[in-house]
């Protein structure tokens, strides 16, 4: 039996300044229950910044592992292709990567007219929010394109 790879080529990724090794597309929003759905795309062997999710989210791993590290960069978990997870809002800052190849990662985010994530430094200090209305601007603009 012959493994079909998934084909992201269609895929208009978009990137966002700050956020090394992390694209993403915006699949969705659905203003009414305040849920985002995106694609992730955390590049291989690589951890993006340090953040927090304010929100549910709620993910299904698409393509290769979707690695998450604790704050201090050291490895928390692997979740491989097929894995489904529902992930609570919480205060603990975590890392997020691919492993030996790209990770793409669909996430719903769910609960929330505020802020949706948290980015910290590496002392753990919030130095910026993805807020509700940032993700709408981001989707406008990506249908522009």
């Given at each position: 039996?012959?493994?079909?790879?998934f084909?992201?080529?269609?895929?208009?990724?978009?990137?966002?300044?700050?956020?090394d090794?992390?694209h993403?597309?915006?699949?969705?929003?659905?203003?009414?229950?305040?849920?985002?759905?995106?694609?992730?795309?955390?590049?291989?062997?690589r951890?993006?910044?340090?953040?927090?999710?304010?929100?549910?989210?709620?993910?299904?791993?698409?393509?290769?592992?979707?690695?998450?590290y604790?704050?201090?960069?050291?490895?928390?978990?692997?979740?491989?292709?097929?894995?489904?997870?529902?992930?609570?809002?919480?205060?603990?800052?975590?890392?997020?990567?691919?492993?030996?190849?790209d990770?793409?990662?669909?996430?719903?985010?769910?609960?929330?007219?505020?802020v949706?994530?948290?980015?910290?430094?590496?002392?753990?200090?919030?130095?910026?929010?993805?807020?509700?209305?940032?993700?709408?601007?981001?989707?406008?603009?990506?249908k522009?394109?």
């Amino acid at each position: 039996m012959s493994q079909t790879l998934f084909d992201d080529s269609h895929i208009h990724w978009q990137t966002l300044a700050g956020f090394d090794y992390l694209h993403y597309s915006i699949l969705d929003i659905d203003e009414q229950r305040h849920i985002i759905d995106a694609l992730f795309k955390f590049a291989a062997n690589r951890q993006i910044v340090l953040h927090r999710h304010k929100v549910l989210n709620k993910t299904f791993v698409i393509q290769g592992e979707h690695r998450l590290y604790h704050a201090d960069g050291s490895l928390k978990e692997i979740r491989p292709v097929g894995q489904y997870t529902s992930s609570p809002a919480s205060d603990e800052p975590h890392r997020e990567g691919g492993g030996e190849v790209d990770v793409i990662v669909l996430f719903s985010i769910r609960g929330g007219d505020g802020v949706l994530y948290e980015i910290l430094d590496d002392a753990q200090d919030v130095i910026g929010e993805l807020r509700w209305q940032d993700f709408i601007d981001l989707y406008a603009a990506q249908k522009q394109i």
